[in-house]
């Protein structure tokens, strides 16, 4: 099986950066696809960003485009999310996700099959 572990998270100011990282162990990560989603208390999780298993393709939620930046390096099994002009509403636990890239559907929203614990992002205003 396949272990995801995160970091990074923390306390930034409105406007400021973090840059989260996913570490990855048992498996290679170059057979998945990657993604991160957050979640809030009392609320669903949501989808953040995804990258394709060679990093050609990214996707990202509308709320998070132009800010956010996902990334991966195979060869260190790391998946990266650089985070900018963070807003209070970006407040949530992010979590760090593989789904394989033999997956037939097209949205990036299903087909996940590793989870990571998740890291707590807290911007304040």
């Known amino acids: 099986q396949m272990q995801l572990t995160e970091s990074g998270g923390g306390l930034v100011q409105a406007g400021g950066s973090l840059r989260l990282s996913c570490a990855a162990s048992?498996?290679?990560?170059?057979?998945?696809?990657m993604s991160w989603f957050q979640q809030s208390p009392g609320k669903v999780r949501q989808f953040v960003a995804a990258?394709?298993?060679?990093?050609?393709?990214?996707f990202y939620a509308d709320s998070v485009k132009g800010r956010f930046t996902i990334s991966r390096d195979n060869a260190k099994k790391m998946v990266y999310l650089q985070m900018n002009s963070l807003k209070p509403e970006d407040t949530a636990v992010y979590y760090c996700?593989?789904?394989?890239?033999?997956?037939?559907?097209?949205?990036?929203?299903?087909?996940?099959?590793?989870w990571g614990q998740g890291t707590q992002v807290t911007v304040s205003s």
């Open positions: 990258i394709s298993w060679n990093g050609d393709t990214t």
């Open positions: 048992g498996r290679t990560i170059g057979n998945y696809e």
């Open positions: 996700a593989a789904r394989p890239a033999s997956y037939s559907g097209s949205d990036w929203i299903y087909g996940y099959e590793y």
